[in-house]
């Protein structure tokens, strides 16, 4: 029987970039052994589990995010024996495992697709994608008028004057979950992973899959499908999505019914509002739901102020849990996102992103760290054209979105690169190049020096674990002056965060039990959180 205990929900999970943490090969792209490798430095930073990132066979033209096989693992990783002993190893040492599942869309070069572009119109090879005719009178034109969310049509012909759908890339085509041939071959791929001992998985396009089933005109084509507030209503959020995660859900219980360990599913989740975010966190829906808002805010008091409220009312208001989360493989990287050009330099950026981090680790609920954040990592900001391999970047020759920035292999140690990211053979070159000041972030360095993100990030892990304050629990605003945000969680834990640049007073006397920066008596500077212990 499970227990009433639930482990997920103020659970902190790092994300594991698995082609940018360690490569064990020496090809210049981290692995699934490359994992099992620095499983210690998780231990030791204190994390609860690890999210890895797409290994399956593909072709790579998303990172993985195109699957061709969801029950192998591409040899660029691995093979599943080194799977098996990766699980082995993070069980020994209590760190949980998250795999990313990806079904709202497959690789062009999935047996299934392959078959379907082999089969004729109207066969039930074409029956699992969306393949349609097209409009005007030769059928040139696509059926709808639906974007792509990494640029283009979302619609590409194929040889026979058909068009399928991709919400990604061409290389991205969308099942068609309306066909429940879709459903079986996923609950037969969640399975072949639960069997092999897994934790849970974190799922992409969350709010994706099904489309409006007569696949109408968007009245708004080119608004950017990025941006949450404008996602086409007919190709996201369709109501039936809920009853996969009720199925998968119940998979997930069955499980955990059987052995006690109970898994967890977390989605990726972009939808317009917390209300609506509620709904795939009921109960018997999925565990965990990332609550992007909190990413997309603003350095700004009143701004972060409004999000947590929003998220403590709608969604931890209802019972479940909230999913926090500052950093990923698709964002900007908080040092320089908070950083503001005029101030480049003067670590104003980096002084932010350690009090967002206490903040967050502040919060109720669980949150996600994603590697490198813990290193203070910054985005970076100036690798040429020629080694970019974001799609986003190759489909709309912009450069203002792409995503390459934030996956630059971690550096583990040494003064050049490949600064131990990898083990092979001198001059081994990591996929996308490194910048000579990532020695500085180096863990090695990060571990030696008290001050470092790492220390903050350990230091705040580790209270966590030891404080029932923090986790799951109420959360009280405080009276603060403009530009701070200040709250209790619960007996005597007060947290307090400094947006603005002049010193305000501490909202308690005392020495705090952790700050993100140095904390004369009485004093919160700018760009500074805290915690406190007091008696209220
Ligand atoms: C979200 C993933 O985080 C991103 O990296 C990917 O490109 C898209 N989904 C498409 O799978």
Not at 17 to 45: H, M, N, Q
Not at 247 to 274: H, N, Q
Not at 351 to 371: E, F, K, V
Not at 408 to 437: D, N
């Amino acid at each position: 029987m499970l227990s009433k205990y639930h482990w997920w929900r103020d659970a902190v999970i790092y994300q594991v970039y698995v082609r940018s943490f360690l490569d064990s090969t020496g090809d210049g792209i981290g692995d699934l052994a490359g994992v099992r490798a620095g499983l210690p430095y998780l231990k030791k930073l204190g994390v609860d589990g690890i999210w890895l990132s797409p290994f399956y066979p593909s072709p790579q033209h998303d990172h993985g995010y195109d699957v061709a096989d969801y029950r192998d693992v591409d040899p660029v990783f691995g093979d599943l024996d080194e799977f098996d002993q990766l699980m082995a190893a993070a069980r020994r040492l209590g760190i949980k495992v998250l795999l990313d599942i990806v079904p709202n869309h497959c690789s062009s070069e999935h047996p299934w697709f392959r078959e379907a572009l082999d089969s004729p119109p109207g066969s039930p090879a074409r029956a699992r994608f969306h393949f349609a005719a097209g409009r005007g009178p030769d059928g040139s034109e696509p059926p709808n008028n639906w974007h792509a969310m990494f640029g283009g049509p979302a619609w590409t012909r194929v040889a026979d004057g058909q068009w399928y759908l991709h919400m990604f890339t061409p290389e991205q085509p969308d099942w068609n979950w309306r066909n429940p041939e879709i459903a079986d071959e996923f609950e037969r791929t969640l399975r072949f992973w639960l069997d092999r001992g897994v934790d849970g998985f974190r799922i992409d396009v969350a709010a994706g899959l099904f489309k409006h089933p007569d696949l109408p005109d968007s009245d708004d084509p080119e608004a950017d499908a990025r941006t949450r507030d404008s996602v086409n209503p007919l190709a996201w959020n369709q109501p039936e999505v809920h009853d996969v995660w009720r199925r998968w859900r119940a998979i997930c219980e069955e499980y955990g019914d059987r052995d006690g360990r109970e898994r967890l599913l977390v989605g990726e989740v972009s939808v317009p509002t917390a209300r609506e975010h509620a709904l795939y966190v009921r109960p018997d829906e999925l565990h965990q739901a990332f609550f992007f808002d909190l990413l997309g805010a603003p350095w700004d008091a009143d701004a972060f102020r409004k999000v947590i409220a929003e998220a403590m009312q709608d969604i931890a208001g209802t019972g479940s849990t909230v999913t926090w989360v500052l950093n990923n493989h698709d964002q900007v990287r908080t040092v320089t996102r908070y950083g503001e050009p005029a101030t480049e330099g003067s670590g104003l950026g980096a002084a932010r992103a350690r009090a967002a981090a206490l903040l967050m680790l502040a919060l109720p609920g669980a949150a996600y760290i994603y590697q490198g954040e813990e290193l203070g990592l910054p985005e970076v900001v100036d690798l040429p054209d020629d080694v970019l391999t974001d799609p986003i970047f190759r489909r709309t020759g912009s450069r203002a979105r792409i995503r390459d920035g934030c996956r630059v292999p971690l550096p583990w140690s040494g003064q050049a690169s490949p600064f131990g990211f990898t083990s092979g053979a001198e001059g081994a070159k990591p996929w996308l190049p490194q910048p000579e000041y990532f020695a500085e972030y180096a863990t090695d360095r990060a571990l030696a020096d008290t001050r470092s993100f790492w220390h903050l990030y350990r230091d705040g892990l580790q209270l966590r674990k030891s404080l029932p304050q923090l986790g799951e629990g109420p959360l009280e605003w405080l009276d603060s002056p403009p530009g701070v945000l200040a709250f209790t969680r619960g007996d005597g834990l007060v947290c307090a965060v400094n947006f603005g640049t002049a010193n305000a007073p501490t909202p308690v006397p005392g020495t705090p039990l952790l700050s993100s920066g140095p904390c004369p008596p009485g004093v919160l500077p700018g760009a500074t959180a805290a915690w406190w212990l007091n008696d209220l």
